[in-house]
């Protein structure tokens, strides 16, 4: 059975920095990538950021370029988002997925997601 376990969401001021962790279990990493996405409230659950598994590749959202990096601890099969700089807008349930090995399409495993607030 394929879980991914979230955590290191909270509450942080703006220009504060978090790290989330996405934990997997149940498949074989190395043939797969992680993705992070986030879901506002009344808003689309967007893609944030992914880190291939084939080459360690990685993708990044505009709006997150330059503040945001993903990471992979392939020994401990977790996935880091290491967020700094945050934004009022970063506020948002971050979830992660596994996407197939080149980012390109989630294959329907997500976590349960961890609460980033950031506040003025």
């Known amino acids: 059975e394929v879980q991914l376990v979230e955590s290191g969401g909270g509450l942080v001021q703006a220009g504060g920095s978090l790290r989330l962790s996405c934990a997997a279990s149940?498949?074989?990493?190395?043939?797969?990538?992680i993705g992070w996405f986030r879901q506002a409230p009344g808003k689309e659950r967007r893609e944030v950021s992914c880190?291939?598994?084939?080459?360690?590749?990685?993708y990044y959202a505009d709006s997150v370029k330059g503040r945001f990096t993903i990471s992979s601890d392939n020994a401990k099969n977790t996935v880091y988002l290491q967020m700094n700089s945050l934004k009022l807008e970063d506020t948002a349930v971050y979830y992660c997925?596994?996407?197939?090995?080149?980012?390109?399409?989630?294959?329907?495993?997500w976590g349960q997601g961890t609460q980033v607030t950031v506040s003025s």
């Open positions: 997925a596994v996407l197939k090995s080149d980012c390109s399409d989630p294959t329907g495993s």
């Open positions: 149940g498949f074989t990493f190395d043939d797969y990538a």
């Open positions: 880190i291939s598994s084939s080459d360690g590749s990685t």
